[in-house]
């Protein structure tokens, strides 16, 4: 069995959440952006053929921003859900004391403390485990593509490197290293 325990930190909330959002529909989003791309490509070169021809570029310009307008809030995307974590961190989880993480062979046992007492608990099935990110300092378990849970090295009671093996054996795929 590996234990975990230790104090949230706003970091820690963050980079679980931008992970975990990062994870969700990753195919779609690369269809998005391609198609995002292809049709401002699209858009430029009606506009071009519109202006070589004399005719009205009223609507070309509307299509024209409301794409660029779409693009650019893909991209602001992650500040929005960084913001978010950051808001949730600070009234949800900054209050709590302690934050207990459990595992064994067949689940996750995640526990949060305050003033010596429990007031929320999850047990995620590690067979529901999508994926692993390692930093220096942490681990990001995501169960379902959408939960994570954090795992502090420095507090960590237990082998990391079997930690490690037991959740490369339910995901069957490398755990991602990150910096």
């Excluded at 325990?5 to 959440?17: L, R, Y």
């Excluded at 791309?37 to 053929?49: A, E, N, R």
């Excluded at 779409?70 to 500040?79: A, K, N, Q, R, V």
């Amino acid at each position: 069995m590996f234990e975990c325990q230790f104090k949230m930190s706003e970091d820690d909330n963050v980079k679980g959440t931008l992970y975990t959002i990062r994870q969700q529909r990753r195919k779609s989003n690369i269809v998005f952006i391609v198609l995002l791309c292809v049709s401002l490509l699209l858009m430029i070169s009606t506009l071009i053929w519109d202006i070589r021809d004399g005719e009205s570029i009223a609507f070309d310009i509307f299509l024209l921003v409301l794409i660029v307008a779409l693009l650019i809030l893909y991209i602001c995307f992650p500040i929005l859900f960084k913001a978010n974590a950051k808001r949730v961190y600070k009234t949800s989880i900054a209050d709590r004391d302690l934050m207990i993480v459990k595992i064994d062979e067949t689940k996750c046992d995640v526990s949060f403390q305050k003033n010596g007492e429990e007031v929320s608990r999850s047990v995620m099935d590690l067979s529901t485990l999508t994926s692993c990110v390692e930093d220096d300092e942490r681990l990001v378990l995501v169960f379902n593509r959408q939960m994570f849970v954090v795992v502090r090295k420095d507090s960590l009671t237990g082998n990391l490197d079997s930690l490690k093996l037991l959740i490369q054996k339910y995901m069957n795929k490398p755990i991602v290293k990150i910096k």
